[in-house]
């Protein structure tokens, strides 16, 4: 299970890339085609709207499911409370000893 989470992660940071990738390179074209403006222009943002945004929502949603399927398969919580619960609760009492520790010492 271990194996599979770790490769199920390693598409999603991929997914995760080429999606943010390829939003920089669509932004790039509307740039261009606002610089060239007219009907040219809007060919070009029309083409790019309609062609390649929508691969790009797919191959993020698939990332994002592929991912967290990793996380279930890793018993990873990263969307749960509890986590941050227990972290806060040991935050709180190593700060308590701190005090304490400070306070003896004065």
């Known amino acids: 299970m271990k194996k599979a989470s770790e490769v199920c992660c390693s598409i999603f940071g991929w997914g995760a890339y080429l999606s ?26 029309v083409a790019i709207k309609g062609t390649v945004f929508p691969w790009i929502i797919k191959l993020a949603s698939v990332a994002v499911g592929v991912g967290l399927i990793g996380m279930y398969l890793g018993n990873e919580q990263a969307l749960s409370m509890s986590s941050d619960k227990k972290e806060a609760e040991e935050d709180l009492k190593r700060n308590l000893e701190e005090a304490k520790k400070k306070e003896a010492g004065q």
């Open 20 to 45: 943010i990738f390829a939003g920089a390179l669509c932004f790039v074209g509307f740039a261009a085609a606002m610089l060239i403006g007219g009907e040219t222009g809007a060919a070009i943002s």
